[in-house]
């Protein structure tokens, strides 16, 4: 009977030490930021300060970031901003730790971790591109600025032409404009030259009654 509860008390230490080994205090050692994934490109989602006191709820084996929390936020640091405790002194969190310190590695899915913990951020929409990874998601931002400044471009250089052709029909009609106008005014001037001409005619055309009359010139006889 005795050893049957030693038994049955070891049992139940197994069932524990996992949910025992669940998180290991950490401290910050910077300001730094606490970001929606394992990469400095993903979203900030809180700054920590230095010297604050985070949970640490697991780590990737393959790089240095661990899963924190944080005032009762959770998000991604890197290890080499947290320090803990680990046989009276403070280690850098790396991966000859987490065994010691009882920090579980994990995975990362965004698809996951934000639907537990960002359903009400902004970045969260974009959630299906972020999915692809950090990377994916600039350079799917990129070739979107890239196509959008084309767009402008394009735009641009179609007002442009459409205000050329423009500024060509104006000067076509100012210059056709022009040349009525320089019509018209030589018309006047051909028109006011020939009545001057006339008026020196008339002047030069002597006056009948003006002039003296000779005996028997029969234009006298009126």
């Known amino acids: 009977m005795k050893n049957l509860f030693v038994k049955i008390a070891a049992v139940g230490l197994l069932m524990l030490a996992p949910a025992i080994a669940q998180a290991a205090e950490g401290y910050s050692t910077a300001n730094v930021n606490m970001r929606a994934g394992p990469s400095t490109r993903y979203p900030a989602v809180a700054v920590i300060p230095a010297g604050s006191s985070v949970e640490i709820r697991g780590c990737l084996s393959d790089v240095n970031w661990c899963d924190v929390e944080f005032y009762g936020g959770r998000g991604w640091v890197s290890g080499q901003y947290v320090q803990a405790l680990y046989q009276q002194r403070r280690v850098y969190v790396g991966p000859q730790y987490y065994r010691p310190l009882g920090i579980p590695m994990i995975r990362f899915s965004v698809d996951n971790y934000w639907d537990r913990y960002y359903r009400n951020r902004d970045f969260y929409r974009d959630r299906d591109r972020w999915s692809r990874g950090p990377d994916y998601y600039y350079r799917d ?3 979107r600025d890239r196509d959008r400044d084309r767009d ?7 007002w442009r032409e459409r205000d ?3 500024d060509g029909r104006n000067r076509d009609r100012d210059w056709r404009d022009d040349n009525q106008r320089n019509d018209r005014q030589r018309d006047d001037r051909q028109r006011g030259e020939r009545q001057r001409d006339d008026r020196r005619g008339d002047d030069r055309r002597p006056d009948r009654r003006n002039f003296d009359c000779r005996p028997g010139d029969p234009s006298c006889d009126e």
């Open 164 to 166: 050329g052709d423009r």
């Open 152 to 158: 402008n471009r394009d735009r641009d250089r179609n």
């Open 141 to 143: 931002r990129d070739n």
